[in-house]
């Protein structure tokens, strides 16, 4: 009997061989391609994917793309259509100044305008205003982990730590208020993503598991 596990097995291995041959032949942007983890993301390089891989805790979890706004738009009521009843979620964020964040949502989005408890949830920045290393930022299990309103893009915490306005790159409405459900490890509060409170967004790019 063939399952989705044994498919995701063999490409696996399958990745691995040609991974193993193109480092051979010293074909090195064919191998950057093959060891992407976030499959088809033009925001993060591989070092940032690793590194979000660590946060998650799990080194070589493969992640497909789900939505990207820049593709699909910007308007809540399209993020929910691609991200709602998906599972755990990763969401990556550009900002117009170039920074980059997100938050890794465990259960999945829905459109009822609710918190959702939503334990292991995480925040993390990757690159900000203030040169910090990339940190996360490990939800306090308060109740209010995710957001799920309909008229909002991915939405964190309950203060909201991180929430993302519809039509975001067309507006300064999305914000930053950490210290909410997620800690305010880096003492940078509403600074802590893009140096501002309110940041107008670039792209953005969400990840289900594979």
Same mark, same amino acid.
């Given at each position: #009997?063939?399952?989705?596990?044994?498919?995701?097995?063999? !490409?696996?291995?399958?990745?691995?061989?040609?991974?193993?041959?193109?480092?051979?032949?010293?074909?090195?942007?064919?191998?950057?391609?093959?060891?992407?983890?976030?499959?088809?993301?033009?925001?993060?390089?591989?070092?940032?994917?690793?590194?979000? *891989?660590?946060?998650?805790?799990?080194?070589?979890?493969?992640?497909?793309?789900?939505?990207?706004?820049?593709? !699909?738009? /910007?308007?809540?009521?399209?993020? +929910?259509?691609?991200?709602? *009843?998906? @599972?755990?979620? #990763?969401?990556?964020?550009?900002?117009?100044?170039? +920074?980059?964040? @997100?938050?890794?949502?465990?259960?999945?989005?829905?459109?009822?305008?609710?918190?959702?408890?939503?334990?292991?949830?995480?925040?993390?920045?990757?690159? *900000?205003?203030?040169?910090?290393?990339?940190?996360? /930022?490990?939800?306090?299990?308060?109740?209010? @982990?995710?957001?799920?309103?309909?008229?909002?893009?991915?939405?964190?915490?309950?203060? +909201? !730590?991180? +929430?993302?306005?519809?039509?975001? *790159?067309?507006?300064?409405?999305?914000?930053?208020?950490?210290?909410?459900?997620?800690?305010?490890?880096?003492?940078?509060?509403?600074?802590? /993503?893009?140096?501002?409170?309110?940041?107008?967004?670039?792209?953005?790019?969400?990840?289900?598991? #594979?």
């Amino acid at each position: #009997m063939r399952d989705s596990t044994t498919y995701k097995l063999i !490409d696996e291995k399958f990745r691995e061989r040609l991974i193993i041959e193109a480092e051979f032949y010293r074909l090195n942007n064919l191998v950057s391609l093959l060891r992407s983890y976030f499959r088809s993301t033009n925001l993060l390089d591989i070092e940032q994917q690793i590194k979000l *891989n660590e946060f998650y805790g799990k080194k070589d979890q493969s992640w497909i793309l789900i939505y990207k706004a820049t593709r !699909d738009g /910007f308007e809540s009521a399209k993020f +929910h259509s691609l991200c709602d *009843n998906q @599972g755990p979620t #990763m969401t990556i964020i550009q900002s117009t100044t170039g +920074h980059l964040f @997100g938050g890794y949502a465990s259960q999945s989005w829905i459109s009822n305008s609710t918190y959702s408890n939503a334990g292991n949830s995480f925040l993390f920045v990757l690159k *900000n205003a203030n040169n910090s290393p990339p940190t996360k /930022f490990i939800y306090n299990n308060n109740g209010n @982990g995710c957001y799920n309103h309909p008229g909002y893009g991915p939405t964190f915490g309950g203060g +909201h !730590d991180l +929430h993302i306005a519809t039509l975001s *790159n067309t507006n300064t409405n999305s914000y930053a208020n950490l210290g909410s459900s997620y800690p305010n490890s880096l003492n940078l509060g509403p600074n802590t /993503f893009t140096g501002s409170r309110n940041f107008t967004v670039a792209d953005i790019e969400v990840f289900k598991l #594979m």
